[in-house]
């Protein structure tokens, strides 16, 4: 099992910037990748951004390229999202998710453990 908690969430105007962490424990050495996905007013989760545990190679969507950055701090255990010149579309719950079988990144499905998900409110 693998025990995700996010933190950082909060409330900023357009142009802002937040910074997401994610902490996990637990059987940490199973995890293959991170991500973060987010849910605004519709049913379905976004996926922003993932990032390989062993090697650190990120993907992101076209709509946060050059705006987010995902890294890991392998010895904490905790990867993070640093969000900058935020919109008011960035509003949502973000959450954070392990993937420990190399599933494709971006299908929600396919991860195996979930955060409790952490609010951003962007606004103008």
């Known amino acids: 099992q693998v025990h995700l908690v996010e933190s950082g969430g909060g409330s900023v105007q357009t142009g802002g910037s937040l910074r997401l962490s994610c902490a996990a424990s637990?059987?940490?050495?199973?995890?293959?990748?991170m991500a973060w996905f987010r849910q605004g007013p519709g049913p379905a989760r976004e996926f922003v951004t993932a990032?390989?545990?062993?090697?650190?190679?990120?993907h992101y969507i076209n709509g946060v390229l050059g705006r987010f950055t995902i890294s890991r701090d392998i010895a904490k255990n905790t990867v993070y999202l640093e969000m900058n010149n935020l919109k008011r579309e960035d509003t949502a719950l973000y959450y954070c998710?392990?993937?420990?079988?190399?599933?494709?990144?971006?299908?929600?499905?396919?991860?195996?453990?979930w955060g409790q998900g952490t609010q951003v409110t962007v606004s103008s």
């Open positions: 637990g059987r940490t050495s199973s995890i293959y990748t």
């Open positions: 990032i390989t545990w062993s090697s650190g190679s990120a």
């Open positions: 998710a392990a993937d420990t079988d190399g599933d494709p990144i971006d299908e929600s499905d396919k991860y195996d453990y």
